[in-house]
C-alpha cells in the first residue's frame, strides 16, 4: 500500500518564515529550524501517525543537538508538543485551528491538557518560547508558504552553537 506523501521535511523549512521577523531572538529561530528534526532521526521508516502511534519527535533530537546547543534553543523543542497540548486548553478555539495532520497528531500525543497539567505547563521555564515556535509551527503548515533554503540560516546556527567549532 501507497503512504501519502509527507511533508514532514517542508514545515521545519517554512517555519522560518515567522521567527525571522525583526526582533526574533536567534536561539528561537534555532528552535524553529531545526523542532522537527526528530521525525527524521527514527530508526523506524514507517509513518508512526498513520499507525496511530506517537512518534515522540519532540525528544528524538535532544541528544543529537544537545552538544551543540544552548539550553534555549533545546527547551523549546522539547516542549512544542506540549505547548499544542496546552493552546488547545487555555484557548477553546485553537483546536479548531490546527491543521487535520496537527489534530490527529494531538490525539495521539495525549490530547489536551487538564487544568492541573496546563498550570503545571505554565510555570516551565521555556513554556513561553514554546508557545511562540508553536504557533510559528502553526504558521508554517500552510502549503502557500515558502521559505529561503536552509543554507540561508547557517551563519545564525553557528553564531548559537555551543559546541565544538565545526560544522553544523
Keep these: 500500500m501507497r503512504r501519502p506523501v509527507c511533508r514532514k521535511l517542508s514545515t521545519p523549512c ?31 521508516d514507517s509513518d508512526q501517525a498513520c499507525d496511530g502511534r506517537d512518534d ?28 499544542k497540548r496546552y493552546l488547545c486548553h487555555a484557548e477553546p478555539d485553537y483546536w ?14 495525549g490530547g489536551p491538557f487538564n487544568e492541573e497539567r496546563a498550570a503545571a505547563f505554565a510555570g516551565l521555564p521555556f513554556a513561553p518560547q514554546a ?3 508553536r504557533r510559528w509551527d502553526d504558521r508554517a503548515k500552510d502549503p502557500a508558504t515558502t521559505a529561503p533554503p536552509f543554507s540561508t540560516y547557517r ?5 548559537i552553537r555551543t559546541g565544538r567549532p565545526g560544522t553544523v
Design 14 to 44: 517554512n517555519a522560518r518564515l515567522s521567527p525571522c521577523r525583526p526582533g526574533a531572538v536567534d536561539t528561537l529561530v534555532g528552535a524553529a529550524l531545526l523542532h522537527d528534526l526528530g521525525h527524521l532521526l527514527h530508526d523506524d
Design 56 to 83: 515522540v519527535h519532540q525528544y528524538m533530537a535532544l541528544s543529537f543537538l544537545r552538544p551543540w546547543f544552548p539550553a534555549s534553543v533545546l527547551e523549546p523543542i522539547k516542549l512544542h508538543v506540549d505547548a
Design 96 to 109: 479548531s485551528g490546527l491543521s487535520l495532520g496537527s489534530q490527529r497528531s494531538l490525539e495521539l500525543q
Design 131 to 133: 508557545i511562540a515556535l
Design 155 to 159: 551563519a545564525l546556527l553557528m553564531r
